[in-house]
């Protein structure tokens, strides 16, 4: 079992930036593979972002972005202290939805890595309100 706790959710305005961190713990020596997703009161959750490496506390990773937070957006993570995060840059008033940290329980290739079903564990959600 992998346990997530998102933070740093919170309300800017267009333009602005925040940064999400997702800590992982319990069982997480065979996740190789984060992701953030978001979501819109009545509205599908949709992949923003992922994070996939494999294995070593000095594999940065390989990043995978949705189309509409790409140069814009920039996941990363800390090995050491079991967390990824997501830099978010140049807010616009539609980045505003709860984001969601996942983690998947193995490996995924890339082609997957914006599924949400390929993902078993999830945190809570941060919410994030970007005012124009």
């Known amino acids: 079992q992998v346990h997530l706790v998102e933070s740093g959710g919170g309300s800017v305005q267009a333009g602005g930036s925040l940064r999400l961190s997702c800590v992982a713990s319990g069982h997480t020596s065979n996740t190789y593979v984060m992701g953030w997703f978001r979501q819109v009161p009545g509205k599908d959750r949709l992949f923003v972002a992922a994070l996939r490496w494999s294995g070593g506390a000095g594999s940065g990773g390989v990043p995978y972005y949705a189309d509409s937070v790409k140069g814009r957006f920039s996941i990363s993570r800390d090995a050491a202290k079991n967390t990824v995060y997501l830099q978010m840059s140049d807010l616009k008033p539609e980045d505003t939805a709860v984001y969601y940290c996942?983690?998947?329980?193995?490996?995924?290739?890339?082609?997957?890595?914006?599924?949400?079903?390929?993902?078993?564990?999830w945190g809570q959600g941060t919410q994030v309100t970007v005012s124009s």
């Open positions: 996942a983690a998947a329980s193995g490996l995924l290739s890339g082609h997957e890595v914006n599924r949400q079903y390929e993902y078993a564990y």
